[in-house]
């Protein structure tokens, strides 16, 4: 017996110490973080994010304009490092292959630092926020969660609002890096032509670190072939096209009506089911944790390729909704050096990351035509996309093209 108990000490000994953090291996670094962030945009997100621009390029769109325009690339290049620079200013390119079409390289610059001028005079918001969730003909239970600006405004924000189950991905940025480049900026920023691909080989240099070299063997994504459709009961049917590359999808719509005086009513739909509005659904998010935000269905899975509108929510938004469908996508990671047999310690010069997904932006409810089936396989260049976070009702960061 007191040997059994002796076995039995050891063993849960030896596996506390297997536990303990320190007998893992230890990694240093990165001193450089490269992301790169490559989105697939269709219907009115093209028009939106630059093709041939605003309301024109969308009108086109709408009467069986130029079918080019319906797809577009848009590449956004970040550079951060915990070194300073070798010759101020920091700097650097990005060299591509002839087949990305974006010539030989393109610039890779600091951004200047945003002064804070900031206005002490505030407006009292008016009007309501209606918030409505999931896929189905009718809203369910406990819908709408109705808030008033008002009373936000005045500190009175309705209880279990907003949850932490949507990560907000930390990105590398000028805040967290002691040297920072990025693309596009005011040296360049024409974006990628018809029939241009990233797969191969990709490097940059900078004087902020070492030299960052990988090979890619994924390419954008597709463009999503997205429709809408009025049902009898007065819900909308959303519908697309799989992608083969997606990890999960995510719709959301935004409508409102005039009430008079002044006030009006916005309406915010989201496809998940159950009341997730926030974190990262609108922007970028790594494969697993879409796959675990499919679980708990707040993202669609990629085998789903329809969605229903509660007809509560077309009611409550009037003529016409902005909606918008994001597919997720893959990420590719590199980092040098390679990592270390054994628990040797893992000392990391350079990581970079690729991050792809593809969305698209419809019309619903307006009938000009079938105007709602943007989509399309070809791609037209896009002029440098502004970096600027879309802030919605009580702050909430909304998809590119929203504002």
Not at 29 to 48: H, I, L, N, Q
Request: glycine share 14%; proline share 9%.
């Amino acid at each position: 017996m007191r040997s059994s108990l002796r076995f039995v000490s050891v063993a849960a000994v030896a596996a506390m110490l297997a536990a303990v953090p320190g007998s893992a291996q230890k990694t240093t670094g990165p001193k450089e973080r490269y992301e790169m962030d490559v989105a697939t945009m269709s219907g009115f997100a093209a028009m939106a994010g630059g093709g041939r621009g605003g309301l024109g390029g969308a009108m086109s769109m709408m009467f069986g304009g130029d079918p080019s325009s319906r797809v577009a690339y848009t590449l956004n290049l970040r550079l951060g490092s915990d070194q300073s620079p070798t010759a101020p200013p920091p700097k650097g390119d990005h060299y591509f292959e002839p087949q990305a079409k974006l010539g030989k390289s393109v610039p890779l610059i600091a951004p200047p630092r945003a002064e804070g001028s900031y206005t002490t005079e505030f407006e009292r918001p008016k009007g309501r926020l209606l918030l409505y969730w999931g896929c189905g003909a009718k809203a369910g239970p406990g819908q709408p969660v109705i808030i008033d600006f008002a009373k936000v405004a005045a500190g009175q924000v309705p209880p279990g609002l907003f949850s932490s189950a949507v990560p907000i991905i930390r990105e590398v940025s000028q805040a967290n890096s002691k040297s920072y480049v990025d693309w596009p900026n005011s040296k360049g920023g024409k974006q990628p032509q018809a029939g241009s691909s990233l797969i191969g080989a990709h490097r940059i240099n900078s004087n902020v670190g070492s030299d960052i070299s990988f090979n890619l063997a994924q390419d954008y994504m597709p463009g999503l072939q997205a429709s809408t459709a009025q049902q009898a009961d007065g819900s909308v049917m959303i519908r697309w096209g799989a992608l083969q590359a997606a990890t999960g999808y995510v719709a959301w719509t935004i409508g409102g009506m005039d009430r008079g005086g002044g006030n009006g009513d916005m309406v915010w739909w989201t496809s998940s089911a159950s009341k997730e509005f926030g974190g990262g659904l609108w922007d970028w998010l790594p494969p697993s944790v879409v796959a675990n935000l499919i679980t708990k269905k707040i993202v669609m899975p990629p085998s789903q390729t329809s969605c229903q509108i509660p007809a509560e929510v077309k009611k409550a938004s009037g003529e016409m909704m902005i909606g918008n469908l994001n597919a997720f996508g893959p990420e590719a990671n590199f980092s040098y050096p390679p990592k270390p047999a054994g628990n040797a310690v893992w000392n990391i010069d350079w990581t970079a990351k690729v991050r792809f997904r593809s969305h698209t932006m419809l019309l619903v409810g307006a009938d000009m035509g079938g105007m709602g089936a943007m989509g399309g396989s070809a791609s037209t260049p896009v002029e440098p996309p502004k970096k600027k976070k879309c802030k919605g009702p009580l702050g909430i960061p909304l998809p590119d093209g929203a504002c």
